[in-house]
């Protein structure tokens, strides 16, 4: 069963512009991107897919395999074209952020697993438990809830589930029942083809999570869990502090 990892890459970035090209490290964004995820055991191809030539040069620039793509609103939109393009072999694939420079390689592969093990999902994704406030009630922190079988219910920007006894706080962090949803997927072909055909739905455009759209049109989607959250790259502060902690490791 082919698995093809794919990482959406577009140069544009409101809080953070040409985020991707930064390399204050030596080496740009998306190349700490693409070696992270290289190092995956389950993933048989990896490639960029870009709307920018210079995100597609510096990939090749370092080795990479990268694909030009015509504008898309989203980076699962993207995918679609990479896989109708040019990945007809791969039966799932990988939906990997191209500003997440530390992803744990472990996540893909268990990501993975998780679909190859649940015949009847559509796609899976992770999430991890929450241990803080403030993550909780930040409305950027997806959050999601599961059935009993560990499919995913429903996903919010809000702290679901809500407590209506209790205080989240004597919840927090050791009997945490929030879970962070993290924006890593692993797609079946022929579902996200359907997928990126549909319209956006309601409960999508209301809370601006695409994946609604696949809830609300009835997929299963297998949620699996890991110990701690990934980190991505939104603002100027966020990339100091990852430029500071690969100094700290390779000094």
């Given at each position: 069963m082919p698995v093809c990892g794919v990482i959406p890459?577009?140069?544009?970035?409101?809080?953070?512009?040409?985020?991707?090209?930064?390399?204050e490290t030596g080496q740009t964004l998306i190349q700490h991107t693409w070696e992270a995820a290289a190092r995956s055991e389950r993933l048989d191809r990896l490639i960029v897919a870009t709307d920018s030539l210079e995100i597609l040069e510096a990939v090749h620039g370092f080795g990479g395999k990268a694909c030009l793509t015509g504008e898309h609103p989203s980076g699962t939109d993207r995918i679609a074209e990479v896989a109708e393009k040019e990945l007809f072999d791969a039966d799932i694939l990988v939906n990997i952020?191209?500003?997440?420079?530390?992803?744990?390689?472990?996540?893909?592969?268990q990501l993975i697993e998780l679909l190859e093990s649940s015949p009847e999902a559509d796609m899976a994704t992770l999430a991890t438990p929450i241990r803080n406030l403030e993550q909780l009630q930040d409305s950027s922190c997806t959050k999601v809830v599961c059935?009993?079988?560990?499919?995913?219910?429903?996903?919010?920007?809000?702290?679901?589930?809500?407590?209506?006894?209790?205080a989240p706080e004597t919840l927090?962090?050791?009997?945490?029942?929030?879970?962070?949803?993290?924006?890593?997927?692993?797609y079946r072909r022929p579902f996200l083809l359907e997928l990126t055909q549909i319209p956006p739905t309601p409960l999508e455009q209301l809370e601006k999570l695409e994946q609604l759209r696949a809830l609300e049109?009835?997929?299963?989607?297998?949620?699996?869990?890991?110990?701690?959250p990934t980190v991505g790259i939104d603002t100027p502060e966020d990339y100091a502090q990852f430029v500071a902690r690969y100094e700290q490791e390779t000094s």
């Open positions: 890459a577009r140069l544009e970035s409101s809080r953070l512009p040409g985020k991707l090209l930064l390399s952020q191209g500003d997440e420079p530390e992803i744990a390689p472990e996540f893909i592969d059935r009993r079988d560990g499919s995913a219910m429903y996903f919010s920007r809000l702290p679901i589930p809500f407590t209506r006894d209790v927090l962090p050791e009997e945490s029942p929030w879970l962070l949803h993290l924006g890593l997927y692993a049109t009835g997929a299963k989607i297998q949620v699996g869990t890991v110990a701690h």
